[in-house]
Nanobody, 121 residues
Framework: QVQLQESGPGLVKPSQTLSLTCTVS??????????WTWIRQPPGKGLEWIGYIGYRGAVYYRPSLKSRTSISRDTSKNQFTLQLSSVTPEDTAVYYCALRAVPTGAPYDYWGQGTQVTVSS
């Protein structure tokens, strides 16, 4: 059974960089079987796809966040990270990592429990 766990600071100051890590455990060859994805849910709003890293390390980002987003992966540690720069209070959300066997158009196969990130001075 694949399990995902997000980690990172719960409070980030405006203009700083938000950095989260997702640790993937269980399963086999998840790096070549899934698209490793970051998603967030701002308070009172729906889920918002941020981006993913694919089988060969190709990354795809939400266009509105692309200039501020970086997703990377360390397959030796089975971890992938999200960095979101120049944050504002509008980036306050619960952030999730998830795995999906296809890039779009299907439910996610596995989810982390989510981690609250608040942007505030």
């Amino acid at each position: 059974q694949v399990q995902l766990q997000e980690s990172g600071p719960g409070l980030v100051k405006p203009s700083q960089t938000l950095s989260l890590t997702c640790t993937v455990s269980g399963g086999s060859d998840t790096a070549n079987s899934y698209f490793w994805t970051w998603i967030r849910q701002p308070p009172g709003k729906g889920l918002e796809w941020i981006g993913y890293i694919g089988y060969r390390g190709a990354v795809y980002y939400r266009p509105s966040l692309k200039s501020r987003t970086s997703i990377s992966r360390d397959t030796s540690k089975n971890q992938f990270t999200l960095q979101l720069s120049s944050v504002t209070p509008e980036d306050t959300a619960v952030y999730y990592c998830a795995l999906r066997a296809v890039p779009t158009g299907a439910p996610y196969d596995y989810w982390g429990q989510g981690t609250q990130v608040t942007v505030s001075s």
